[in-house]
Nanobody, 122 residues
Framework: QVQLVESGGGSVQTGGSLRLSCAAS????????VAWFRQAPGEEREGVAA???????IYADSVKGRFILSKDNAKNTFYLQMNSLKPEDTGMYYC????????????????WGQGTQVTVSS
């Protein structure tokens, strides 16, 4: 069983930055694939960033060039650096883990954190 705990959300103005963290425990950290998803009020959850099978990050078009996915294996933690934030980035952000590398396909993720709220004001 994998446990995921997000942190780092908050409120910022347009153009600001935030770094989300997701601390993982349980399971074998090096053997699962992680991703970030988000859900805006009244909207479906969508994929934001994930590691592919080769360990390379992939991004949703809406965040390319602004968000950076990274991980620190020594700390069993992965991060989402969010720059140039826009109001449409507002939502609850979730980290997720999967035993298979299917990118941003939500149904492929078995383990989820509780979420951290990001609010971007104009």
């Amino acid at each position: 069983q994998v446990q995921l705990v997000e942190s780092g959300g908050g409120s910022v103005q347009t153009g600001g930055s935030l770094r989300l963290s997701c601390a993982a425990s349980g399971g074998s950290y090096s053997k699962y694939y992680v991703a970030w998803f988000r859900q805006a009020p009244g909207e479906e959850r969508e994929g934001v960033a994930a590691f592919d099978g080769s360990g390379n990050p992939i991004y949703a078009d809406s965040v390319k060039g602004r968000f950076i996915l990274s991980k620190d294996n020594a700390k069993n933690t992965f991060y989402l650096q969010m720059n140039s934030l826009k109001p449409e980035d507002t939502g609850m952000y979730y980290c997720a883990a999967s035993w298979v590398a299917l990118g941003l396909i939500e149904d492929s993720y078995n383990f989820w954190g509780q979420g951290t709220q990001v609010t971007v004001s104009s």
